[in-house]
Nanobody
Framework: QVQLEESGGGLVQAGNSLRLSCAAS???????????VGWFRQAPGKEREFVAT????????YYTDSVKGRFTISRDNAKNTVYLQMNRLKPEDTAVYSC?????????????????WGQGTQVTVSS
């Protein structure tokens, strides 16, 4: 069983930054490096949307077009924590952000490839 907990959300003015954290509790002998870890978001009235992910073992990272150049996914393996640095935030970034872990390294922009999910953290960006 993998448990994920997000933190770092809040209310921020457009143009400012937030860093989200995803802390993982993982079976001994495993680290976040053995999983693909991604971030998704869901705004009211919309379906869940892929934001960013990384297949750490291969070094491949992916971002949705709307956040490229603004968001960066990173990790601290010693802490089993994954981060999403969000810069130059826009009102359209407002959503509940969730992290997720996948056993797969391919097709990892798809939510149905992920096995474990956190409960989410609210990000609200005002104009």
């Amino acid at each position: 069983q993998v448990q994920l907990e997000e933190s770092g959300g809040g209310l921020v003015q457009a143009g400012n930054s937030l860093r989200l954290s995803c802390a993982a509790s993982i079976v001994p002998g495993r680290t976040v490096s053995t999983y693909s870890v991604g971030w998704f978001r869901q705004a009211p009235g919309k379906e869940r949307e892929f934001v960013a992910t990384s297949a750490w073992s291969s070094g491949n990272t992916y971002y949705t077009d709307s956040v490229k150049g603004r968001f960066t996914i990173s990790r601290d393996n010693a802490k089993n924590t994954v981060y999403l640095q969000m810069n130059r935030l826009k009102p359209e970034d407002t959503a509940v952000y969730s992290c997720a872990a996948s056993r797969y390294t391919a097709n990892i922009v798809s939510a149905n490839r992920y096995d474990y999910w956190g409960q989410g953290t609210q990000v609200t960006v005002s104009s």
